[in-house]
Nanobody, 118 residues
Framework: QVRLVESGGGLVQPGGSLRLSCTTSGSNFSLNVLAWYRQAPGKQRELVASITRRGVTNYVDSVKGRFTISMDKAKDTIYLQMDSLKPEDAAVYYC????????????WGHGTQVTVSS
């Protein structure tokens, strides 16, 4: 069983920065893609950024140039560096992992709150 634990959320002023961390444990060697999603009140959960085991990254257009996803395989941890934060970035951020083989499985963390306000 894979477990995902997020940390690093908090309150930041517009234009500020935060770094989220997601540490994986369990059978994490089998994970193929790790990602960050977010969900704001009244909105659907959306993909923010993803990274494959080979380091290929993908971002939603609204965060390109401001957010950076990275992976530290030695620490079984992925990060989301968020710079130039905007009020519309405020949401609960969730860590997500997908395993493709031998069967498709999806794992979620419990989420961490990011608030962007002056």
């Amino acid at each position: 069983q894979v477990r995902l634990v997020e940390s690093g959320g908090g309150l930041v002023q517009p234009g500020g920065s935060l770094r989220l961390s997601c540490t994986t444990s369990g059978s994490n060697f089998s994970l193929n893609v790790l990602a960050w999603y977010r969900q704001a009140p009244g909105k659907q959960r959306e993909l923010v950024a993803s990274i494959t085991r080979r380091g290929v990254t993908n971002y939603v257009d609204s965060v390109k140039g401001r957010f950076t996803i990275s992976m530290d395989k030695a620490k079984d941890t992925i990060y989301l560096q968020m710079d130039s934060l905007k009020p519309e970035d405020a949401a609960v951020y969730y860590c997500n992992a997908e395993r493709y083989y031998p069967s498709y499985l999806v794992y979620w963390g419990h989420g961490t709150q990011v608030t962007v306000s002056s």
